[in-house]
């Protein structure tokens, strides 16, 4: 049977590059599922915590909260995708964790992009959880035995280690254990900033006018891709990411929530001969695309016991599997009780 998982770190309302390289797919999983299949979409707020914020406990515990509401908003339905917190079941992640941290190389996890990128340089202040990040994240996907992971380009490599890891410790053990979890892109798989189409969509850059909130208004929507970085190449507007890719990711964002090809966008844009209104019309896309997430967003984070039901029954659901899959993973390993 396969297993759908997937996690999202609670670092408040989730922007359009989470919303079109994963949550959208979840959401198109989440409605196509079959009987044989499982699916676990978490929030990652053991992953919250590899940053370490001063006086940050009041901010996760409203962000984890956000993170359920945006999912729910988002259309993931809690009676067909279980929704968890990855601490509530984290005794199992983290010890799964340990074992694989017995495994994995620590040539192979200095190469990692997000580690490069995310790491301070400074040996002092170099924490071991930062680094150990993918690990845990690979735990994360096989206490479920996840046979495919639907994310955005921006993981591949950590869903490569967690092959790499899978395949390490069933040689170890000689069995056939986990599974290879297959990595599913969305069609948009990589969104860009607004205003620097060189770098992703991020929500820890400080520039606001990077990034729109699935839950802004349609007038600060408006405001930003006004501003959003294009060029003075041609007035006639075609996907050309290397050339142009500015204006090849407003087409990119109009692609993901029309779930057009690419010919299809450059087609219906192909009457615009302006800058400003092919800017109209790409907030126009995005205005009505999130409308109904906005305001559903409102009413989920009014309900918070409704929020309490979804974390409960995602808790006793993925706890009973996370269970079950550590007792099988101990018995391998040779660290049950049964001489
Ligand atoms: N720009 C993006 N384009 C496509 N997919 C993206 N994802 C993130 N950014 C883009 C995908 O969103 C999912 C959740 O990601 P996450 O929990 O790792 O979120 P994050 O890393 O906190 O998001 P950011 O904005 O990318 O944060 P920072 O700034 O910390 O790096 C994942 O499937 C991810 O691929």
Known sequence: DAVIFSMIQPTGVIHLGNFLGAINTWKQINDKKRPDQKIIYGIADLHALTIPKKDYSSQLKTNRMEAIATLLSCGINPQVSTINFQSMVGGYHTELFWYLSCLAPLGYLNRMTQWKDKKSGDQTKERLGLFAYPVLQAADIMIYKGTHVPVGDDQSQHLELTRYLSERFNAMYNVDYFPSAKTLYSKSKKIASLSNPSKKMSKSSEDRLSMIYVTDSPESIREKIKKAKTDSISDTFYFDPVERPGVSNLLEIVS????????????????????????????????????????????????????????????????????????????????????
């Open 256 to 339: 993901g929530f029309q779930q057009k090809t690419m010919k299809e966008v450059e087609k219906d844009v192909s009457q615009l001969h302006d800058y400003r209104s092919l800017k109209e019309y790409v907030s126009d896309v995005i205005i009505e695309s999130l409308a109904p997430i906005r305001s559903n967003y409102t009413k989920y984070t009014n309900d918070k016991s409704y929020l309490e039901s979804v974390i409960q029954q995602g808790y006793e659901s993925s706890q009973e599997i996370a269970h079950k899959n550590l007792t099988d993973i101990k018995k391998i390993i040779g660290l049950s009780n049964d001489f």
